[in-house]
């Protein structure tokens, strides 16, 4: 049961440019909502976070999106950075529980 | 900066053996995780853990697992009779428990490997 999705498992972007990735889930309790990134061999670093509250949620380069009527958020890097290549997860809980469901996970490269 | 530390990295283990993992998490937070991530897979949440027991444990948690902080600092997960299956990396989580709670931070992980 995939309560959290990550639809493309990778996607290349140039230097510069704006990455989004998108993540969807389908448990309506959820109602917060973070961002991991991932380098190989070590533990997921947290980016950015949206309670259900809000829509948009920006620090720095990093914008979340989050549409609950369609049950999908998306971060948005801008300017993507060959630094930012990694696996992005998204992950979900609800308030009042310890539970996170994390997605599959996009690998970014970000091309210089 | 404070960080999660967690050992050993690498532990290698024979099945039907016990193992223990072990993490530190950071010093004033609240609430505590153990997540795995099998080779290429997602990163799957096991249990948490705040005041002295388990909030809230996945159906991969079953009774061949426990978790336990023994002192202050540590934070265990242990494995009584591992199988093939087990191998993973296991990463160990810990958050405030105020304000940003729900931020969670991670350790470096420890990879098992049950031969």
């Known amino acids: 049961d995939q309560q959290v999705k990550q639809n493309s498992p990778s996607l290349s972007v140039q230097e510069g440019r704006i990455s989004i990735l998108n993540c969807d889930y389908t448990n309506s309790m959820f109602d917060y909502f973070l961002w991991y990134k991932k380098y190989p061999a070590e533990g997921p670093t947290f980016l950015i976070s949206i309670s259900s509250i809000k829509d948009k949620n920006e620090d720095g380069r990093f914008t979340v999106f989050l549409n609950k009527s369609a049950k999908h958020l998306s971060l948005h890097i801008v300017p993507s950075q060959p630094g930012d290549s990694a696996v992005y997860f998204c992950a979900a809980t609800s308030s009042g529980t310890y539970k996170y469901i994390f997605g599959t996970g996009t690998r970014l490269k970000v091309l210089a | 900066e404070p960080e999660v530390t967690q050992t050993p990295s690498h532990q290698v283990t024979q099945m039907g053996q016990e193992v223990i993992l072990r993490c530190v998490p950071i010093?004033?937070?609240?609430?505590f995780y153990w997540y795995r991530q099998i080779l290429g897979q997602k990163v799957e949440f096991l249990v948490s853990f705040y005041n002295n027991e388990i909030s809230e444990k996945s159906e991969i948690f079953d009774d061949q697992f426990s978790v336990e902080r023994p002192d202050g600092s540590n934070f265990t997960l242990k494995i009584r009779s591992t199988k093939l299956e087990d191998s993973a990396m296991y990463f160990c989580?810990?958050?405030?428990?105020?304000?940003?709670?729900?931020?969670?931070?991670f350790g470096p992980g420890t990879r098992l490997t049950v031969t």
């Open positions: 989580a810990s958050s405030p428990g105020t304000g940003g709670w729900y931020e969670q931070y």
């Open positions: 010093s004033n937070h609240l609430y």
